[in-house]
T-cell receptor, first 116, second 116 residues
């Protein structure tokens, strides 16, 4: 079945450590996104990528980095510069361009990061 | 960035009854898209319904329908014949038709409780 796989589901990190969250999709979608979810805050956009080897900052990109070397993969690195990284992280993908069913975001199951 | 406001942090409905969740948004654009997503306790985001701003007809998906008032910038979700499985967080989201990236701006969500 096609879908988005995020791993790990739960991750614990010590302060000062970088950590990378994996996001893989087999939907042949062009665009991929990372959102952060905090209680009472909804979903906030961290980074997005419309095409391989290209990505743009979202609303809260500080302390995060991404890469898009393959169409299927969009890993997110939470760096030590991110002051409050404990959160639930959601990866999503969509067909890029146009409408007619495009641009509906399909989400992964999420990764919960806890900084100890 | 466009602002999406969900003024009801929590709502409650009895099984088989109807409930309406509110959403307003702020934009200067004339062409855009609106969505409602559901996030059950599993935290998997699921698309409920979507609306193109250029369409006057309100979207309907089985028991879910919207009341789209473009002039008022309002996009409420009506759930008819509520079921226990409808209990979840509901997020309203906006996407610009002209902005690049096709990312969604989300509201902070409404937690819906369904009582037997």
């Amino acid at each position: 079945d096609g879908g988005i796989t995020q791993s790990p589901k739960y991750l614990f990190r010590k302060e000062g450590q970088n950590v990378t969250l994996s996001c893989e999709q087999n939907l042949n979608h062009d665009a991929m996104y990372w959102y952060r979810q905090d209680p009472g805050q909804g979903l906030r956009l961290i980074y997005y990528s419309q095409i391989v080897n290209d990505f743009q900052k979202g609303d809260i990109a500080e302390g995060y980095s991404v890469s898009r070397e393959k169409k299927e993969s969009f890993p997110l690195t939470v760096t030590s510069a991110q002051k409050n990284p404990t959160a639930f992280y959601l990866c999503a993908s969509s067909i890029s361009g146009g409408w007619s069913g495009a641009n509906v975001l399909t989400f992964g199951a999420g990764s919960r990061l806890t900084v100890l | 960035a466009q602002t999406v406001t969900q003024s009801q942090p929590e709502m409650s409905v009895q099984e088989a009854e109807t409930v309406t969740l509110s959403c307003t948004y702020d934009t200067s654009e004339s062409d855009y898209y609106l969505f409602w997503y559901k996030q059950p306790p599993s935290r998997q985001m699921i698309l409920v319904i979507r609306q193109e701003a250029y369409k006057q007809q309100n979207a309907t998906e089985n028991r879910f329908s919207v009341n789209f008032q473009k002039a008022a910038k309002s996009f409420s979700l009506k759930i008819s014949d509520s079921q226990l499985g409808d209990a979840a967080m509901y997020f309203c989201a906006y996407r610009s038709a002209s902005n690049s990236g096709y990312a969604l701006n989300f509201g902070k969500g409404t937690s819906l409780l369904v009582t037997p």
